[in-house]
Every structure is written in C-alpha cells, then in structure tokens.
C-alpha cells in the first residue's frame, strides 16, 4: 500500500533522502560518545591523566555538536518532504474528485470526502513528518547499540533475549485491537463533519423553525460518539507506554543486579558498566521509538486506505480516446432510453423515452413531481450516462463527444442556483472567462440582472459573500441564467430556473432568449404553463414516461394532465 504513494514524492526525493543520511549520521556520532565517556572514566580518571580526559572530552563535544548539526538539518528536509507530500497528495486527490460523475459522488458522502481531503491526509502527513526520525533512527540506534553492548560485555547482553520478545508480544497484541479502532474514529469523524456542514449550509431553515436545540442535540450524540470512539482507539494507544516502562525498568534492575556483582568480583570495570548502561538507554529508547512507529503507521495504514478508496474509484463517465467530435447545432434525439441512477436499483427512473429536439427550437417539459423532468435533461451533457437506448446529438451518440467540450457546448441552469465566494463579476466569467464588458452586459440584459446589478454598491464587484448570500433567490437565478448565456451553447437547459421570478420577468427572459440566441436549442423545464405555452413544443410527462408531446393548444384539447395543470393556475391566477 505504502508504495502507491511514492510518487507523490517525486519533487521531494531529494529532502527525504538527504533526511534520512542525516538521522544515520546523526545515530554515529551520538553512539561513539558513550565509548568516549568510557574511556574518560576506565582510563583519564582511573591514570588521573587530565591532558587525556580534556581530549576526549573535546571530542565527545565535538560529536554532539556535529549530531546536532546534523538533526537540524534533518528537521528542515524532513518538512520539506513532509509539506509537499501532503501538498501533492491532496492537489492528486482534489483532481480525481473533479474527475467523478455524479453517480461516482454518490459512492461517497460529502463530509466523508472531506475528511478524507482534509484529516486523513494530515494523518499521513503528520506520520511522514513526525515518523521517519525515529524508523531509522530507532533501528539503526537499537542495532549498533546492541552490538556494541555485546562487545563490551557479551554475558551481561543476554538480558535483552528476555526483554525483547516480551515487549515485541505486548505491542503486537496492542496493535491488533487498535487498527479496527481508528478505522471507527474516522467514521465517526465523517458524521460530525456531516451534522457541522448540514447545519451551516441550512443555517436559515435552522433559525426560521427555531430548531437550534434540536440541532444541538444532535451535534451532541454525534460529538460524543466521536468522543467514545476516539477516546477508546487512545486507552488502546497509550498502553503503549506502562507496557514499554515495565520492560524498561525490569531490564536497568536486572542489568544493575547482574552488572554490579561483576564489578564486586572484578569481571567488569565501573567504566564499562556506566557505557553499558548508556547503551541500554538507547536500546530501550530506540525500541520506544519503533513501537511509536508502530503506532503511527497503524492509524496511517487506515487513513492511506480511505485516500486509496477515492482514488481507485474509477470515474463512470470518460472520454473516447481520440475523440474531435465537436456539437455543431444542437440537434437531440432520444431512442428509447431507459436510465436508473444504480445499475443495482429494481426500478427505471426514466422508461422507454423517445423524443426528438429539433436545433434552434424551443422546447418546454412539463409534469408532476417525481415525473424525472430533472432527470431527462442531464443525461444530454452527460452528467449521468444512460442505462440503455441512444441519445444523440446531431446524429453523434453523446459519448463519443469529449466531455469537456459536450458540457461546454451545453449551457445548463440547474434548478438548484449556485453562486461562489467573490464579485458578479468573477461568477459571471464561469461561463467565458474571457468575456468582455460588452458581452457581460448583454448577458446581464437578456437575463434581467442589468435591473439590480446597477443598484448594487460596486456594479459587477460587488461582493456576493459565500454561495451567493448578498443577494435574492430571484436575483441569484437571474445571475445563473446570465453565466449560462455566456458560454453562448449550442443547446441551453433551464431547469426551473425562472421559479423566483415575477410572471412579467420570466416572460422578457425568454422572448429576449429567442432574439438573441436563435440557433440554440432551448429546453426550458418550468412549472408555469405561461413560460412554455410558446415553445414550439411541449413535453408532458408523467412517472417517468412520456405522456403526450405537443403544442400547448393541442394538449390543452387532448391531453387531462396539461388540461389540469392550465386550469388549475388560471383558477389560481383569478382567485
């Protein structure tokens, strides 16, 4: 697993391995003082040669001082690779997110993206950062330091085939019961980013039903199952320690007790002891370093597999390799398409759908809730793909367009508005980003939004806050209609767009449609009769199906379903 994310290195090799020379060293010099501080004792004091002790005493400096040279300049590669691994990383996962179809979000929970976007990678981050110092150092220190305890007494060394096993079984048990208990402290992460980012977004809908202590409470049972779960997964983790301290403290008593009836019967010098000891310390220091390893690459492991869940998620909606195709009018036609959102689910969202949009025609939908209007219209710039049938345009199956272009060639107002953080300006460039004043002002006046844009405080930038706040929903459909116009598409969809305008408003916005964009095909999905009662067709649909397809007085005459819906908004209108 850890090698599908090597790559992700590539800018930063240099900085981890340099980092990684500079530990090893740093683990050399550090080992050669307790030799040195032996011999100080065994030799300079035992002669009481101040000239020797003075000289190993430099020496003993000077590798401390070169150790700490060289763990400063492993902490800054070390955050270097560290920082842009993350970086990488995160740029890597954000762009296979853009890469996904809507049904490919669906696998996924927003919350849940980003947490894996956001805290699973700090996870490995902070793993890589806080991590590499102690997996060579801890092995490199533990190794030699064994080895040079065995050289100064290979007897009193025998403790460690005592001490090793029993903390190597403590921590494999520890790591056992902990990996599972990460994976659920994620999860549980999931469901309060979930619960904070609902409420945020329906912070209006929250205050407007006073439902704030509901909202609390429900904060509350998640917060606190993150709390349990967490909290659980750490008792486990930090275990770690008394187990680690009971095997360190035994090993120093049983090396003291062995050691010191050496030094009563002249098997060993003080000195050698003393040097022993130092050794031990590192040993037992570089088996907590390892087991702190342990840890961290057993909650990284869980966070690397959730990153590794998006990025092997395989994008359900891509290109024909090769593909030049490029939409020239605008010309739809449905066979027979049947469409269902999970190839697993019982039921068509769409049945047997066959219809034909002629170019440069105006076409009006129309049904009752839950008729899948929406549903029709996105499979044309394949924000979904179709599950059987044909879908052309301009005689070309829709797949066999390359979806940049296609999507671009199709200009849709969903029937949720969206507007971003910045000026009318900068939204309305979403649809040409290099759009010129006067092609900004006509979209603004076929669109209607010229009439309160000249009222806002700085004209096109203004300020429109997060998601578009500074402004009505009337207005923010008007901007949304007025960035579609932009991209001037072969085919443009309006999906309700038109449901916060005034009747009078609505009406110049499609009579100034047919002027200005005379060749495009113009979908219009509207649950007023008067907005497509002069399209040049209209769709009635009904659970899915095409019920009747027509003009509005040959449906008025034939079809009951548009004869309810034109009697009861005109007995609406009168009351």
Known sequence: MLKRFWPYF???????????????????????????????IDVGVATRDSHYIIVKGVEMIACALIALAMGAIHARCNALAGQGFGAELRKAEFEKLQSFSFSNMDHFSTSSLVTRLTSDITVLQNALGNGIRPMIRGPVMMVTALIMAVILNPSLAIVFLVALPAL??????????????????????????????????????????????????KFAKVNQEFQKTSGHAFHLAVLNMPCFQLVMYATIIALLWFGGNMVMIGGMQVGKLTGFLSYVLQILNSLMMISNVFMLLTRSMTSAGRILEVMDESPDICDIPGSTLE??????????????????????????????????????????????????????????????????????????????HLRDAVGMVLQNNTLF??????????????????????????????????????????DLGQGGVNVSGGQKQR????????????????????????????????????ESLPDATKIIIAQRVSSIEHADEIVVMENG????????????????????????????AEL
């Open 10 to 40: 590539s800018k930063y090799k240099k900085y981890l391995i340099i980092s990684c020379l500079c530990v090893v060293l740093e683990c050399m010099f550090e080992l050669i003082i307790p030799l040195l501080m032996a011999d100080i």
């Open 168 to 217: 190597g079984i403590c921590l494999f048990l520890i790591l056992r019961r902990l990996r599972p208990s990460y994976g659920k402290m994620q999860r549980a992460l999931d469901h309060v980013n979930s619960v904070v980012q609902e409420n945020l977004t329906a912070i209006r809908v929250v205050k407007s039903y006073v439902r704030e202590g509901y909202e609390k409470e």
């Open 327 to 404: 939409v020239q009018k605008g010309d739809i036609v449905f066979s027979h398409v049947y469409f269902k959102y999970a190839p697993s689910a019982k039921e068509y969202v769409l049945s047997d759908i066959s219809l034909h949009f002629p170019a440069g025609k105006v076409i009006g939908i129309v049904g009752g809730t839950g008729a899948a209007k929406s549903s029709l219209v996105q499979l044309i710039p394949r924000l979904y793909d179709i599950s059987e049938g044909s879908l052309t345009i301009d005689g070309h199956p829709v797949n066999e367009y390359p979806v940049a």
């Open 421 to 462: 953080s910045g000026t009318v300006r900068e939204n309305l460039l979403w649809g040409n980003e290099h759009a010129s004043e006067e092609e900004l002002a006509w979209a603004c006046h076929i669109s209607c939004a010229d009439e309160f844009i000249n009222r806002l405080p700085r004209g096109l930038d203004t």
């Open 479 to 514: 901007l949304c209609i007025a960035r579609a116009l932009l991209k001037r598409p072969k085919v443009l969809i309006f999906d309700d767009s038109t449901s916060a305008v005034d009747t009078a408003t609505a009406a110049r916005i499609f009579e100034g449609l047919k």
């Open 545 to 572: 199906r095409v019920d009747a397809v027509g003009t509005h007085e040959e449906l008025f005459e034939s079809n009951g379903i548009y004869q309810d819906m034109v009697l009861s908004q005109k007995k609406g």
